[in-house]
């Protein structure tokens, strides 16, 4: 069974109409429900715009909290001093001023900033090889230096 294209875009269109009208029943019955109760947004979605904290959707990591600008000029334009460099330092460089003109002094380097530990690698133990196995090794090594094998394979005495 075929069908027009004009009868599949008339049944789509009676379809859309359909889900918009149900839609603006479900939304008028919660409306007359809110205000029967006297719910609040806050009391509906809880604190509307801001993340529950330790909450976030599966898979992704909490956002990092933002660093403070490590170079500013006067006019307010600032860069915390991390990926590509800004147009104004830019401009400003090839004017010849200097990166550290525009560095901000930090009133928070008096605090002791937390640092990690940092951890050295205990080397791995090496245990000693047998001594046949040396000896194996060291012949191998000896032989291999005596001639090369293209030398070798060219040379009729051998």
Known sequence: MTKSLSSILSQIERLQKEAANIQS???TRIRKDIAKYGLTA???FGSVGVPKPGR??????????????KYADGTGN?????????EWIRQALAAGKALEDFL??????????KTKATKTRAKPKTTP??????KKRAVAKSAASRKPRAMAAADPEV
């Open 25 to 27: 029943e479900v939304v």
């Open 42 to 44: 806050e009391q509906l």
């Open 56 to 69: 976030t959707r599966a898979g992704t990591e909490p956002a990092k909290a933002a660093k403070p600008p």
């Open 78 to 86: 600032t860069w915390g001093g991390m990926g590509k460099r800004p």
């Open 104 to 113: 901000i002094s930090n009133t928070a380097s008096a605090t002791p900033a």
């Open 129 to 134: 090889l047998p001594k046949a196995i040396v």
